[in-house]
C-alpha cells in the first residue's frame, strides 16, 4: 500500500532484501521499482518516505520499523547515521562478511563473465574497530546541526529561551564531511576507527584553538586559519599529525603547534601545512616538519617501511599483513623468479615477497612513493629490489623487459579505476606464468580479468576484509596461463 505525501511517495510495510553498494540496502516498491535505503538491515520490515525517484529506482529513508531483522545489532558509535564512515555498524559482522563476499561473486560474474573457481573464504579482520592507521578531519566554523539539536532549539524558541540555547553552543566542528554535503562538517566526539590517542588529539586541538579564538575553516567563503587535521598511528606505537592551516598566521600557528607537541609528547612527527588553494589535498603542497622527524615507521615480519605525510600505505595494518601473505602465497614463489611489481607504492609488497624471489622490479607513478621505496629497501638491506618511476602504460613496455628481465609472476595492485587497458595489452603480449591482481574494487577488477580471459584462468580467489562496518572490500585473484 502507497499514499502520496506532496511529492513524496510513502511504502508501508516493506521487506528491506539485500545489501546494495555504497553501503545503502535494497528493497522492492511494490510495482517492482528498486529503493535503495540507507542505515537499515537486511531482513528489517519498514515505512519508507522517498526523497528521490528515477525512471529504475527510488531513495529513500526508513521512517517507521515494524520488525527488526535478526542480524541487526545496536551500533556502538554515538554518530552513526549522521556519519557517512561505518555505514554497516548495525549489522552483525558475519553478515557484513556474507555481503562483500557477495559483492565480489556478482561483480567477477556478471561484469566478468568468465569462469571462476569457487571462492576461498573470506577473511575477516579479527580487529572490527580502532583499526585505521590513518585518519583526515576537517575544521568548520558552521558545525552540521542534527535533527536533535534543531528540534531542541525549535523548543527553546518557543520558550522563549532560544538565544540562551544558541549562546551555550559552540559553532565550531572538526569531524568528517556529511555524505553528499561538501561544505557541511559533523563534529566528531569518539571515533572508534582509530586508536587512541586519535580521540585525545583531536578533541584537545579543537577545544585549545576555540579557547583562544582561533577561526574553522568555511568552505563556502574560504576563509579561517585551520583547514584539516590528519593523524597517522603505526604499530610500532609512532604517531604523525599533520595540521593544514588555511591563512598564514605564524603566532597562532605555533602556538597551536606547542600546544600539541607539549600536551602529547608521544607524538614522533609533527607537521604543517599552510594551503590556501580551492581544495585541501597535499600532493602538491610544501609540507613543513615543525618537531621530530617527517616519517613514522611501520613494521611487517621484521621489515620496516617508513611512512611520510604523502605516502600510500594500506590503512589497516594488521589486515596488510594477511593480504600480503595471501598475495605472496598466491605467487608461489621458489626463489628463481623474476617479479614486477605494478603500481608498488612504496614497495611494500615488493620487498615482502623479496625473500623468495630472485628479483623484484617495482614500479609507480609517484615519484615521492619511489624515493621512499629504495630508501625502505636500504634501510631493510634487501638488494634484489629495483624500483623505476613512470606510468604504467608507458613505462611497462618492451624495452623495460629487455633491460630488467621477462617476468616469471606479475603483481598487479592498481587503484580503483583498475588497470590502463595498455598495461592489460601488454601483461597478454609478455605473458608471465601468474599474474596476482590484488584489487580494492572488484568491479573494475572484473572488467580486467575479462579482457585477460583469453590467456588467462582464474584459477584462486580470495576476498579480504580491509575495513570492517563498511561496504568496502579487497579481493586477490590468481591468473595462471591457459
Known sequence: MSKKKTDKVIFEHITVLD??????????????????????????????????KRKAYFEGKAIKFHSFSENRVEPV????GACGGCKWQNMKYEQQLFYKNNEVHNNLKRIGKIELPDFEPILGSEKQFFYRNKMEFGFSDTRWISEEEMNKRRAAELSGTDIHVRESESQNALGFHIPRMWDKILDIEKCHLQEDPSNAIRNSIKEFATENGMTFFNARHHGGLLRTLMIRTA??????????????????????LDFVYEKFPQITSLQYVINSKANDTLYDQDIKLYKGRDYILEEMEGLKFSINAKSFYQTNSDQAYELYK????????????????????????????SKQAKKVIGVEAVPEAIADAKENAKRNEISNCEFYVGDMKNVFNEAF?????????IITDPPRDGMHKDVVEQIMKIAPQKVVYVSCNSATQARDL??????YKVTRV???????QTHHVENVVLLERR
Open 19 to 52: 545489501a546494495g553498494a555504497k553501503g545503502v540496502s535494497v528493497a522492492k516498491a511494490p510495482e517492482g521499482q528498486v529503493i535503495f535505503i540507507p542505515n537499515v538491515v537486511p531482513g528489517d520490515v519498514v515505512d519508507v518516505q522517498t526523497f528521490k
Open 462 to 468: 580470495r576476498p579480504v576484509d580491509m575495513f570492517p
Open 401 to 409: 623487459i629487455a633491460q630488467h628481465g621477462h617476468p616469471d609472476v
Open 326 to 353: 595471501i598475495t605472496r602465497e598466491f605467487a608461489g614463489l621458489n626463489g628463481n623468479e623474476v617479479v614486477y611489481d605494478l603500481y608498488t607504492g612504496t614497495g611494500t609488497i615488493a620487498q615482502f615477497v
Open 77 to 80: 558509535c554515538q554518530h552513526f
Open 450 to 455: 575479462a579482457l585477460m580471459d583469453e590467456k
Open 235 to 256: 604499530s610500532t606505537g609512532e604517531i604523525m599529525v599533520l595540521i593544514q592551516f588555511f591563512e598564514n598566521n605564524k603566532a597562532q600557528r605555533e602556538l597551536l
